[in-house]
């Protein structure tokens, strides 16, 4: 069994090789799993990373503006991208028009023998290499999220974070433990051996995930 000095060391090496990292708070956690991953959002920006809270349902009342927050609940949700390379055409002119849901896109002037292969399409959408569960006892606690991230959860690491002693261990690293009194207070505690600064936005969060939790 990993010790807690090992698991800090894996977490921050976890942390430091992320590429892009999606956070899933469970809702059975409530109000509480909600304010721990919107402060350990703010940790993560604060490092630079790329992190991306997953939430299926409504938003908790104390969290009705988080316009600084990265917050999706369909995970499922694609864009169409189009790319068009007209260097060294003389085109300096581009417009749109839409008819009965198709797209016409106009670029202007180009040559009659345009090569068409330098047009190019792709669907981009969420991608994660790192996953940080909050609150989750096993992956079905997180609902619709889980189901639509299932491919995903199999091939990222997974830091699963909870502090009840029912939780499965599903995780690559499972941090659980059952002496915090919050979900917020777990992640506070631990974020600071993980060498992340708790700015301002963070500790605001993390103080509604406690104060709730205890009925302050």
Known sequence: MSTEIDKTSQIIEL???AKSIAILPSKIGGIDAFAAAVG???MLKEENKNVTII???G??????DLKDVDITSNVSERELLVAVDYSGTDADKVHYSTDN????LTISP???D???SRIKSSIRGFSFDTIITIGAQLPSDLGQSYSELQDVFTRSDVLNLDNTDRNQRFGTINVVDSNENSLSLLVLNKAIRWGLSVNNRAAEALLKGITNRKGI
């Open 101 to 104: 849901d198709v797209l016409y």
């Open 110 to 112: 180009v040559t009659r």
């Open 15 to 17: 942390i430091q090789d």
């Open 114 to 116: 345009f090569d068409l």
């Open 55 to 57: 939430y299926a349902g």
């Open 40 to 42: 350990l959002f703010h």
């Open 59 to 64: 938003r908790p009342d104390e969290f009705t």
